[in-house]
């Protein structure tokens, strides 16, 4: 009698530890640091290009605030289902880098956090605060620390294609300017000149020249030649 008592205590005492526990993550003050830390977490890992401390905070800090919930029986079967396809998502970008998929975890697991428990007023204005909290480390990060997300670093070209850097366009004509050349057709003010043997289209800088006509290529600028009669 004496065990089953005990039992029956301990049960009851877990219980009442239970409830106190989820009264306590889901008063504002817990639920909106809880939230905080979820979006300044995940935003810091998005940026990161493997799984560290930040992502691992974030992700217990989401489960307390769903325990919480549990616990507390305010937590629709609706809500819980996005809930976890968003953790889910989020789980994927932390091990296998990736910002589109992180980015739809985290707008489900937003909306469900907004929708969980019976204050929709409260948990929108915790949000709100953690977003805009977000936004602060987001400039922090882009702007002064000049991080960028992984993903775009493997599809983003960065390296340089200009001249400078040794790169040249296969239409390239840059290196005809100075050449002289002989209009095929009338140039009104464009038409086709003639160069070596090469026909090219032209435009005159001024006004009417005529065919077989002697002409200065003036300027190159990509595929449009621009020319001017010699006199």
Not at 69 to 74: A, D, E, N, T, W
Not at 208 to 215: E, P
Request: proline fraction near 1%.
């Amino acid at each position: 009698m004496g065990v089953h008592m005990l039992f029956l205590y301990t049960f009851i005492s877990f219980q009442e530890g239970l409830e106190k526990f989820g009264a306590w993550v889901t008063s504002p003050v817990s639920t909106l640091i809880l939230t905080c830390i979820v979006f300044l977490g995940f935003v810091y890992q998005l940026y990161s290009k493997r799984l560290n401390f930040s992502g691992i905070l974030s992700l217990l800090a989401l489960l307390l605030i769903f325990l919480g919930f549990v616990i507390q029986g305010s937590l629709s079967t609706m809500t819980f289902i996005i809930f976890m396809i968003g953790v889910i998502l989020v789980i994927i970008e932390l091990f296998i880098v990736g910002a589109v998929l992180g980015l739809i975890g985290m707008g489900l697991i937003i909306f469900s956090l907004v929708t969980m428990g019976d204050n929709l007023s409260m948990m929108l204005l915790n949000v709100c605060i953690a977003l805009i909290l977000t936004i602060i480390e987001w400039v922090i990060l882009v702007k002064i620390f000049k991080k960028t997300i992984s993903l775009f670093d493997n599809v983003v070209l960065k390296d340089s294609t200009n001249k400078e850097s040794g790169y040249t366009s296969h239409n390239d004509r840059s290196h005809l300017v100075g050449k002289v050349a002989t209009t095929l057709t009338d140039l009104r003010p464009s038409g086709i000149i003639v160069l070596d043997g090469e026909r090219i289209d032209a435009v005159s800088e001024g006004g009417f020249i005529l065919q077989q006509s002697q002409v200065e290529i003036i300027e190159v600028e990509g595929t449009r030649v621009v020319v001017r009669q010699k006199h």
